[in-house]
């Protein structure tokens, strides 16, 4: 829309306890644009007992990647909503090289594009305290371990995607909270302010 003001386009990367969805709604408080999560998305139809919860509920009580396909439905729908047309930031999706690809699509279609991505790098040790402390459905500890796995082996591949395409910035996630919102955004070029 003409004189409408553009916010950015972000992708949070990060493994399980790496602090990605805390610092997501920081960032998005801070940045005028909503912090999306598919993990509370997905989650939240598991407990209304939705269509898409019952497709979902096992896999991720497996600490499994939902497919592709559906979790493309979710995100796209998500995107054409109003409030994330100027801008937004993604926390759990892309989760692969294939969905990168397929966001990098859906935002080609709206003559769009990401701004940046920034990845909460945390040592695994910590890693595996965080995620264990938090007591939710999928953190018991062989899910945690079976989701650290997946990380690894289907997300991580996404640092080396992204930095070769000149996106990719790098935090240092096992700082305190309010650190680590400070370096997003001193990243992003901006200053934190409390609120
Ligand atoms: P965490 O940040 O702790 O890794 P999330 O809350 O982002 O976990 O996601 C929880 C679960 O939801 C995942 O383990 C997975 O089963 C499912 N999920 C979320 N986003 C995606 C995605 N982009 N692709 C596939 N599965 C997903």
Known sequence: MAGEVEGLRIVLLGAPGSGKGTQALRLGARLGVPAISTGEMLRAAVTAGTDLGHRVGSVMAAGALVDDALMAD??????????ARR???????????????????????????????MLLSVPE??????TLGRRRDDDRADVVRERLRVYHDKTEPLADYYRERGLLREIDGSQP???VSAALLSALGLAWVEA
């Open 125 to 130: 040790e910590q890693l595996v305290a965080r």
């Open 74 to 83: 979710v995100v796209s729908h998500r995107l054409e909503q109003a409030d």
């Open 87 to 117: 801008g937004f930031l993604l926390d759990g999706y892309p989760r692969t090289i294939s969905q990168a690809g397929t966001l990098e699509e859906m935002l080609d279609e709206q003559a769009r594009s990401l701004d940046a991505v």
């Open 177 to 179: 909270m309010d650190h």
